[in-house]
């Protein structure tokens, strides 16, 4: 059970990054498809499916933000790619920031995978 939620949750994770990294795409180039009906819908869907197994796996393996040191750094990394994704793809006043902002989302994207493989809140140092 374990095994098959954790590679889920990474399945989830991936398409995530990948579908985001498009959108920035299209962002950048004024593509159209950014505005399809489609392309709003399904981030949400599978980013549900992502906070839904990252919860089960949490449940499982008994680790806890605020109580692990992995998983905060995770939690709090995630909030800044939730924030910088909505100004790259939608607050950002103008494609400058927009674009800042979508390297930056996608380097705390990194961030989170590469805490998730090291268990540890500064992985560089492992």
Do not use: E
């Amino acid at each position: 059970m374990y095994l098959a939620l954790k590679h889920f949750h990474m399945t989830c994770a991936l398409i995530s990054i990948l579908f985001f990294s498009v959108r920035g795409f299209w962002m950048l180039t004024d593509s159209q498809k950014l505005h399809q009906r489609w392309v709003r819908i399904v981030p949400h869907i599978v980013d549900t499916l992502l906070l839904a197994s990252a919860i089960a796996l949490t449940l499982i393996i008994q680790q806890y933000p605020l109580t692990h040191g992995w998983l905060t750094a995770k939690v709090l990394a995630l909030l800044g790619y939730i924030g910088l994704g909505t100004i790259a793809l939608k607050r950002g006043k103008n494609k400058t920031i927009r674009t800042v902002a979508l390297v930056l989302a996608l380097a705390s994207a990194l961030y989170i995978v590469w805490v998730a493989r090291a268990h540890y809140p500064w992985p560089w140092l492992v």
